[in-house]
């Protein structure tokens, strides 16, 4: 009986690709999500979801239930995020986004209108299996704190047994997906350190401390705390991508510098030991210069830490559906992800999308102004939480 779920799943297509249109077309920024709310809230209703928990958290998550023929089965969790991001869009789609400044360049819009059509075809299937299905529509996920922790610490998933989810991936054709079984994405730290230095003329230094000098050593420096410091077999990266200092006159000494950079790594104990090392040197560095400093260490999201034998089980089902014809094992990314947060307490994994038309070379990343995807991948994304469904609520 569950093995013509897949086939199934055709009929919500239409349905899903104009939710990702509609959602595309009207993307909202981190916890601003109040019209998407409404909008899945109100899909909900139409397919005769009842059960549904609106501002869960600390924004505008939207938690709905569905109850198989008896309540006798395990309660299984599927996640979705649905915030936009603070890029200009530069596509020329028909549903290009009507709010200047906001777009839907990670794919968000494709995960809500997904799991959309998941909830869709479960309901008219509820007959069909036994136990729980919790769908989450997570508010929140681009910027810090995330949805997915205030979630967590709702209570309102204390009673799920599995959580699952999927992000689009552009570098993945339609019909592949993507696996890992321990790693999944790493934690991702937010570091601003702001040097005071004093201002002066360039021709006069010594009268001066140049807050850019001091800028520079520290970010030279603190490239050997990943150097000198951990283990080469182990990944961290130390990156700074924003340096802002002074004027446009060039007879000026800056007399304050801002530096901005992120720290990723997947071992907590690099995490905790780079975080401590870092601070010293940075104080060490200005002192030194006769500089002062600040330091804001902002604690991102926790590596995701995948379920190995959730993983093995779900891998194993969605090859023998036969919905993708390339499912393979890759390599942990460096990027980060609040999905963590449920993979801490729940058994969970993660898998990643494609959603590129393997005849059409030009593929824009995740972020960028011009991404998109090709629609024929909702579909691939419904199958592939509706292969884990057919195997878990059987």
Partial sequence: MQNTWI????????????SRRYLH????LSFQEQATSDYIYDKLVSYGISNIQRSVGNGHSVIARIEGVTNKGPTIALRADMDALPIEEETDLPFKSVYSGKMHACGHDAHTAILLGVA???QHKKNEFHGTIVFI????????????????ESGCLDDVDEIYGLHVDPQLNIGEMSY???????????????????????????????????????????????SRNVDPFKPAVLTFGSVQAGGTAKNIIADQALIYGTLRTFSENIRLTIKEKLIKMVEAIALMNEGEVSINYQDGYPALLNNKEIVKQAVSVIKTQGAFKK????????????????????PGAFFQLGTSDPNFEER?????????IKEAALLKGVQLFISILSDRLN
Wanted: aromatic share 10%; net charge negative; charged share 20%.
């Fill in 7 to 18: 086939d199934d799943a055709s009929w919500v297509e239409t349905d899903v690709i104009r």
């Fill in 25 to 28: 077309r009207h993307p909202e």
């Fill in 120 to 122: 869709n075809l479960m």
């Fill in 137 to 152: 529509f997570q508010h929140g996920e681009e910027v810090k704190p995330g949805g997915a922790k205030s979630i967590m």
């Fill in 180 to 226: 890992s079984y321990d790693y999944s994405s790493a934690s991702s730290d937010s570091i601003q350190i702001a040097v005071q230095g004093k201002g002066g003329h360039a021709s006069r230094p010594q009268e001066a401390v140049d807050s850019v000098i001091i800028a520079a050593e520290i970010i030279t420096n603190l490239q050997t705390l990943i």
């Fill in 327 to 346: 499912v393979f094992e890759r390599s942990p990314s460096l990027i980060g992800e609040d999905f963590a947060y449920y993979a801490q307490e729940i």
């Fill in 364 to 372: 824009y990343p995740l972020h960028h102004p011009k991404f998109n």
